[in-house]
């Protein structure tokens, strides 16, 4: 079983449509978790970090269920810009201080007119 | 910019030539990180550097892998005797300030590898 899970997709979906990504991950010791994003043949960035509590960056909005071990993405009013492979990711803290950062496979979003 | 600089961004060899890459953070970052992508998959650790020392090394580095990090700046990944299976994006990483920073990584462009 792989530690992040995700639906590979693609996801094609019309401008203006919200969709919903979800990932599972299976070591429990994870300590934090992120979405990122990454363009064809490019680097991945950071798309934001993801609480417990839930958060919202403009049309983007991240939550955590840990007793579930699951996160999900939701993107609304899509835009042709959000196309993209996005990557769910945890973090476990090693010696040193360090983070050990372990993807997901991606899940690719394709936005269309 | 992220501030991570690699080289070189393309390299093809032929299988059983050793091949090295090479990651310059633009500041000293005391921790770096090298990752490994092949297509359809998302970025694997391969190991990691506080200063010049070695902290952490994946089960993914096998003996034909190295990577130094002499006086904690520049790091190198040397791949010896490459195989098919080597071909990847090679993406290397500095992480942010502070105790732990706060997990976020900032990648170079990464080293594309093809190894015929």
């Known amino acids: 079983r792989k530690e992040v899970e995700q639906d590979p997709g693609p996801f094609n979906v019309p401008e203006g449509a919200t969709v919903a990504f979800n990932c599972t991950y299976s070591?429990?010791?994870?300590?934090?978790f992120f979405w990122y994003r990454q363009d064809c043949r490019k680097e991945p960035k950071l798309l934001m970090s993801?609480?417990?509590s839930g958060n919202e960056d403009g049309r983007f909005t991240a939550q955590l269920n840990r007793a579930s071990q699951y996160i999900s993405l939701l993107i609304r009013d899509s835009k042709l810009s959000d196309s993209a492979t996005y990557l769910c990711?945890?973090?476990?803290?090693?010696?040193?201080?360090?983070?050990?950062?372990?993807f997901g496979t991606g899940t690719q979003l394709k936005v269309e007119l | 910019d992220t501030g991570v600089s690699q080289d070189p961004r393309h390299k093809i060899t032929k299988r059983g030539q050793n091949v090295t890459f090479r990651c310059d953070p633009i500041s000293e970052h005391n921790r770096l990180y090298w990752y490994r992508q092949t297509l359809g998959q998302g970025p694997e650790f391969l190991t990691y550097?506080?200063?010049?020392?070695?902290?952490?090394k994946s089960r993914l580095l096998s003996d034909r892998f190295s990577a130094e990090r002499p006086k904690g700046s520049f790091s190198t990944l040397e791949i010896q005797r490459t195989e098919q299976g080597d071909s990847a994006m090679y993406l290397c990483a500095r992480g942010t300030s502070g105790l732990g920073g706060t997990g976020e990584l900032f990648f170079g462009e990464g080293s594309r590898l093809t190894v015929l």
């Open positions: 990711v945890v973090n476990i803290r090693v010696t040193g201080g360090g983070n050990k950062l372990t």
């Open positions: 070591n429990s010791a994870s300590q934090s």
């Open positions: 550097f506080q200063n010049e020392a070695q902290l952490e």
């Open positions: 993801v609480y417990s």
